[in-house]
């Protein structure tokens, strides 16, 4: 994985998300992404509202610059994005 890390910021509207691209297409901070998107349950809108979330573990999340969590973190691809922000 050589992709690195991309910051999309918008001081205009309060927002900045990180994403990659990840095998070839774009992903995004899922939590962070549904965070910014005025979802007060961010973790129930992602599992109510995506298809296909990327899944990460400890290493990959690290090579990819995303930092250090233990716990790995989920990447939504641009298909998610789009169906997450018509539903917000």
Do not use: W
Request: hydrophobic share 40%; glycine share 10%; proline share 3%.
């Amino acid at each position: 994985m050589n992709n690195k890390l991309m910051v999309f910021e918008s001081a205009e509207l309060g927002i900045c998300l990180q994403g990659t691209l990840y095998q070839g297409k774009p992903a995004f901070d899922a939590v962070a992404l549904a965070k910014s998107l005025g979802y007060a349950n961010p973790a129930d809108a992602l599992q109510k509202h995506r298809k296909s979330m990327i899944k990460l573990n400890y290493s990959e999340t690290r090579e990819l610059g995303f930092g250090d969590n233990p716990r790995g973190m989920q990447l939504a691809g641009q298909a998610d994005m789009f169906r997450l922000i018509s539903v917000s």
